[in-house]
């Protein structure tokens, strides 16, 4: 996953703080937004891990501090669960904008209940799915406990909530009253939800979700995320959650298939025009890409061809090491094998440096081996890499045909 720093305005032109998670070696097929939950922050351990989840699954993730939180700029007293929803409108603003319009958005907990207000706002919105959402706002109005009472009364208070203090108005509780998840459920027409809760939720009870499904219309799912609880603290948990999102999703959102290239060839190479040096790879029956780096113009996204080719000579020298090795009984725990391409002078070259002719391809070959060997068997094996078949092609005569299919 490749992670960057972003920043947008909220509609009172704050500076909200986000990062944006991306695929590795490809651009996202689907862009999502993800509303962390109450007084949570982009960079809670169940925020970041569920979009690292949907990252590795092609998506880029918007993860982003509500007005007032982490590092975006606001009060957060004069915010309340409308302001929530208000910036989720504003982050697919900003993702249209910048990148492509957002067609899945991910809400955990409060968040989740923004998330299902927001969805109906955003048209480019197709899935939507919610983590331990509350199916009434007022909800989090139980964790004030008492301090709630002294709230409505001064029309202002501090709360500790996670070690951390909060300045709280009673414009917030009066917010949370007027708003209803079942009631925003039932008008996501045309777009598909995703409930998922956990049996053992101790703080938003399950009988949320039961809620939240029945007042929503089709289509709609439910998932249990068994023995789980509320922030999704375990990684394993949350990036199970970012998976199921991401399978479910694909029913509902454009995910383009994989090219399915046939051939009567080991190799094929296919490269639309549109997309720079980012070559789609089919090597025998597994899948790849070659690319070339962002300074020539590339994208990064694989391998250069002469990396390509340079994995080759290390990949075929390590399986002709380990099988002589086997074969003599000599026990290799691990072989590595560092093989970097360059242009050099001809080591027995006269005059090298003035032709540019003298010059030929070279691979730099290192090899590291873990095990205990002597000398003796160390000179050996250095004989046999020599020998593998990839090593004896480059020094071969070779020839290659080309014709029209």
Same mark, same amino acid.
């Given at each position: 996953?490749?992670?960057?720093?972003?920043?947008?305005?909220?509609?009172?032109?704050?500076?909200?703080?986000?990062?944006?998670?991306?695929?590795?070696?490809?651009?996202?097929?689907?862009?999502?937004?993800?509303?962390?939950?109450?007084?949570?922050?982009?960079?809670?351990?169940?925020?970041?891990?569920?979009?690292?989840?949907?990252?590795?699954?092609?998506?880029?993730?918007?993860?982003?501090?509500?007005?007032?939180?982490?590092?975006?700029?606001?009060?957060?007293?004069?915010?309340?669960?409308?302001?929530?929803?208000?910036?989720?409108?504003?982050?697919?603003?900003?993702?249209?904008?910048?990148? $492509?319009?957002?067609?899945?958005? *991910? %809400?955990?907990?409060?968040? /989740?209940? @923004? #998330?299902?207000?927001?969805?109906?706002?955003?048209?480019?919105?197709?899935?939507?799915?919610?983590?331990?959402?509350?199916?009434?706002?007022?909800?989090?109005?139980?964790?004030?406990?008492?301090?709630?009472?002294?709230?409505?009364?001064?029309?202002?208070?501090?709360?500790?909530?996670?070690?951390?203090?909060?300045?709280?108005?009673?414009?917030?509780?009066?917010?949370?009253?007027?708003?209803?998840?079942?009631?925003?459920?039932?008008?996501?027409?045309?777009?598909?939800?995703?409930?998922?809760?956990?049996?053992?939720?101790?703080?938003?009870?399950?009988?949320?979700?039961?809620?939240?499904?029945?007042?929503?219309?089709?289509?709609?799912?439910?998932?249990?995320?068994?023995?789980?609880?509320?922030?999704?603290?375990? $990684?394993?948990?949350?990036?199970? *959650? %970012?998976?199921?999102?991401? /399978?479910? @999703? #694909?029913?509902?959102?454009?995910?383009?298939?994989?090219?399915?290239?046939?051939?009567?060839?080991?190799?094929?190479?296919?490269?639309?025009?549109?997309?720079?040096?980012?070559?789609?790879?089919?090597?025998?029956?597994?899948?790849?890409?070659?690319?070339?780096?962002?300074?020539?113009?590339?994208?990064?996204?694989?391998?250069?061809?002469?990396?390509?080719?340079?994995?080759?000579?290390?990949?075929?020298?390590?399986?002709?090491?380990?099988?002589?090795?086997?074969?003599?009984?000599?026990?290799?725990?691990?072989?590595?094998?560092?093989?970097?391409?360059?242009?050099?002078?001809?080591?027995?070259?006269?005059?090298?440096?003035?032709?540019?002719?003298?010059?030929?391809?070279?691979?730099?070959?290192?090899?590291?081996?873990?095990?205990?060997?002597?000398?003796?068997?160390?000179?050996?094996?250095?004989?046999? #890499?020599?020998?593998?078949?990839?090593?004896?092609?480059?020094?071969?005569?070779?020839?290659?045909?080309?014709?029209?299919?």
């Amino acid at each position: 996953m490749k992670s960057s720093k972003i920043t947008f305005t909220n509609a009172q032109g704050k500076l909200l703080s986000g990062r944006l998670d991306l695929p590795l070696e490809q651009e996202p097929h689907n862009f999502a937004i993800f509303a962390h939950c109450f007084t949570c922050t982009k960079d809670f351990s169940a925020v970041r891990n569920v979009s690292k989840a949907l990252a590795s699954e092609g998506f880029g993730v918007l993860r982003f501090d509500f007005t007032g939180l982490g590092d975006s700029d606001g009060d957060f007293a004069d915010t309340n669960f409308s302001s929530n929803v208000a910036d989720l409108v504003q982050a697919a603003h900003y993702l249209k904008k910048e990148y $492509k319009a957002p067609s899945l958005l *991910v %809400g955990h907990s409060l968040g /989740g209940a @923004a #998330a299902i207000f927001a969805a109906s706002e955003i048209p480019s919105i197709q899935a939507l799915a919610t983590i331990g959402a509350p199916s009434n706002p007022v909800h989090v109005k139980k964790q004030f406990g008492s301090q709630a009472q002294a709230i409505e009364n001064n029309g202002v208070g501090k709360v500790v909530l996670a070690g951390r203090d909060f300045t709280f108005k009673k414009q917030f509780f009066d917010d949370l009253e007027e708003q209803s998840c079942e009631a925003a459920a039932s008008r996501l027409e045309g777009k598909a939800l995703l409930i998922l809760h956990s049996p053992q939720d101790a703080t938003v009870s399950i009988k949320n979700a039961e809620e939240i499904y029945h007042a929503a219309m089709h289509p709609k799912s439910f998932v249990t995320l068994d023995g789980s609880e509320h922030l999704l603290i375990d $990684k394993k948990n949350a990036a199970y *959650v %970012g998976k199921v999102i991401s /399978g479910w @999703a #694909a029913r509902y959102i454009n995910v383009p298939e994989q090219e399915i290239i046939k051939t009567t060839h080991n190799v094929v190479a296919s490269l639309d025009a549109e997309d720079g040096f980012t070559t789609l790879m089919k090597m025998g029956t597994h899948y790849s890409k070659a690319d070339e780096p962002l300074r020539v113009g590339g994208n990064d996204f694989g391998p250069t061809p002469y990396e390509l080719l340079a994995g080759s000579l290390s990949a075929c020298t390590a399986m002709t090491i380990q099988m002589y090795a086997k074969r003599k009984e000599w026990l290799i725990e691990n072989v590595e094998v560092h093989t970097s391409y360059t242009r050099d002078y001809a080591q027995d070259c006269a005059d090298c440096e003035n032709s540019e002719a003298n010059k030929i391809d070279t691979f730099t070959r290192e090899i590291k081996f873990t095990g205990n060997l002597d000398e003796k068997q160390l000179k050996r094996l250095l004989q046999i #890499a020599d020998k593998c078949p990839v090593h004896k092609t480059l020094h071969n005569e070779t020839q290659v045909i080309t014709k029209l299919i």
